[in-house]
C-alpha cells in the first residue's frame, strides 16, 4: 500500500500543469510556387501541408500558371481557410482540410487579400506597366473571377479588416487608408476613404495587427513602423524600426512571440526567420520565404 501511494505521488509531481495556452508552433509559409504548413514543434522544423495551383483540378488550367510567385499566405481566423495573392497574378482562398480551392481571381501583381463582411474578399492588386493593377478589387465570395467594382491606389501591398472599427486598411505607396464600407448591403456597394495617413516613409509593404492592441504593424522601404489606428500616429517599432526591407511580420495572439522575414542583399526573399522573445532564427536551405504567418492555436481538425 504504501509502494502504490508513491508512485501516485510521483505521478502528481511529474505531470504537467498548463496554466495558458500554449503557443502556437504551425506557420504559413509563401515565396515560390508552394504554399506549406511547417511545423515548429520538432528540433528540425518539418512541412505537414503542402499546396502547388498546377496540382487542383478545380482551378481553372488558366489560372494554374498564375501562382508561381505567391506574395501573400494569410490563414482565416479559425485556420480554416487559407487566403493567397501571387505576384504572378492570381488570388485564391483555399480549405485548409482539403486544398480545394473554394474562389479563385485574377489580380494582377497580387500582393494582398482579405475577407469582408457580407461574403466578400477584397483583394490588393500592386503596380504592373500596363497599367491593370494599382487598385483594390472586391469580389463575391460565391462569383469567381468577377468583379463587383475596385478603387484606383498607388502599389498596395496590404489589406486588413477590423473589424472592432468596422474599416478595411490599406497602405500603398504613399498612404495608410482606412476604408468605411459604403451601402454593403446594396447592389452597388462601395469603398468610401474615410481615414488619409501620409506615410512617414514610401512605399507600404507588409501591414498586419498587433494583437491586443490598437497598433499596426508596417513595413516600408528602410523602416518598420507601428501605426495607431485610433490616433492615426506613426512611431518606430522598438526592435525592427530601423530593419529595411522587412517582407513579412506577424505577431502570434496566443504567445505574443513576433516572426518575421527580412530580405538579404539584392533578393526579395530569404531562407532565414526570425523569432522573438526567445531570439531564434530558422533557416530553410533552397527555399524562396516572402511571407510567413502563424497558424491560429485553435487548428482546424
Known amino acids: 500500500m504504501r509502494f502504490r501511494r508513491a508512485l501516485i505521488l510521483v505521478a502528481i509531481m511529474v505531470t504537467p500543469l498548463v496554466t495558458a495556452p500554449l503557443p502556437a508552433q504551425q506557420v504559413v509559409v509563401c515565396g515560390a510556387d508552394e504554399l506549406y504548413i511547417l511545423d515548429l514543434a520538432t528540433p528540425t522544423p518539418r512541412k505537414v501541408w503542402s499546396w502547388r495551383a498546377r496540382e487542383r483540378p478545380e482551378l481553372p488550367e488558366a489560372m494554374r500558371g498564375k501562382f ?46 482579405e475577407l469582408l463582411p457580407g461574403n466578400r474578399v477584397v483583394i490588393a492588386a500592386s503596380h504592373v506597366a500596363n497599367g ?46 482606412g476604408y468605411r464600407l459604403t451601402d454593403w448591403g446594396t447592389a452597388a456597394p462601395r469603398l468610401t476613404a474615410e481615414i488619409v495617413a501620409p506615410l512617414p516613409d514610401i512605399n507600404g509593404h507588409d501591414m498586419m495587427p498587433v494583437p491586443d492592441s490598437p497598433h499596426l504593424l508596417l513595413a516600408t522601404a528602410a523602416h518598420t513602423w507601428l501605426f495607431d489606428r485610433d490616433s492615426h500616429q506613426f512611431t518606430k517599432h522598438p526592435l525592427l524600426g530601423d530593419a529595411a526591407k522587412v517582407k513579412s511580420m506577424h505577431v502570434d495572439p496566443a504567445s505574443k512571440r513576433l516572426l518575421w522575414v527580412q530580405g538579404e542583399g539584392t533578393r526579395w526573399w530569404s531562407e532565414v526567420l526570425h523569432l522573438q522573445d526567445p531570439d531564434t532564427t530558422i533557416t530553410l536551405p533552397g527555399e524562396k520565404v516572402y511571407k510567413v504567418r502563424w497558424m491560429p492555436s485553435a487548428r482546424p481538425r
Open 132 to 177: 491593370t493593377g494599382d487598385r483594390l478589387s472586391v469580389y463575391d465570395l460565391d462569383r469567381s473571377d468577377v468583379e463587383l467594382f475596385h478603387v484606383d491606389t498607388p502599389w498596395p501591398h496590404a489589406v486588413i479588416w477590423d473589424a472592432a472599427r468596422q474599416l478595411l486598411w490599406a497602405d500603398s505607396q504613399r498612404d495608410v487608408v
Open 68 to 113: 508561381q510567385t505567391i506574395a501573400e499566405c494569410k490563414p482565416s481566423a479559425d485556420g480554416r481557410r487559407l487566403l493567397i495573392a501571387s505576384s504572378s497574378h492570381g488570388a485564391a482562398v483555399i480549405e485548409r482540410a482539403t486544398g480545394r480551392v473554394a474562389f479563385y481571381a485574377t489580380a494582377m501583381n497580387g500582393h494582398s487579400i
